[in-house]
């Protein structure tokens, strides 16, 4: 039996410990916000926070996980933390999403990327390029997602 703090709660898992996070998420606690893109920390769509970085939940097993923090897009897209609720209306703003399925691990990078920058920087494109870089979009809404982060960040000015 392993503990977890994910979005605040407390949760025990009797899971394998070598389970990856994803799958303690999707298929234990049928938190499906979180997506499997590869497999292989490779896509980003499976992007969470530990602890407030960002992590790929495809390849973290959940050993590494307790006695630190959870969050998942279920959390950050509530509105009750303030670099997400920023993020979800610039994405909302900038029509951000197609197909969608990417967008949670953009999101979750994207607020994580945020959270990082001294109070009231302004990320470079370049900057926020680098820091998405590890986010794939099949759609290619690249240039929406770098204007929604850039529009967040000038938001929490």
Known sequence: MLALTINGREHTLDVDPATP???A???TLGMTGTKFGCGAALCGACTVHLDGEAIRSCSTPVSEAVGK??????AVTAGADRVGAAVHAAWVKHDVAQCGYCQSGQIMSATAFIASL???KQPSSDEIDTAMAGNICRCGTYA????AIADASRSLV
Request: aromatic residues 6%; without cysteine.
């Open 21 to 23: 996070i994803l799958w």
């Open 25 to 27: 998420l999707r298929d």
């Open 69 to 74: 923090k959870i969050a998942t897009i279920e």
């Open 118 to 120: 001294p109070r009231g």
């Open 144 to 147: 929406r997602i770098r204007a």
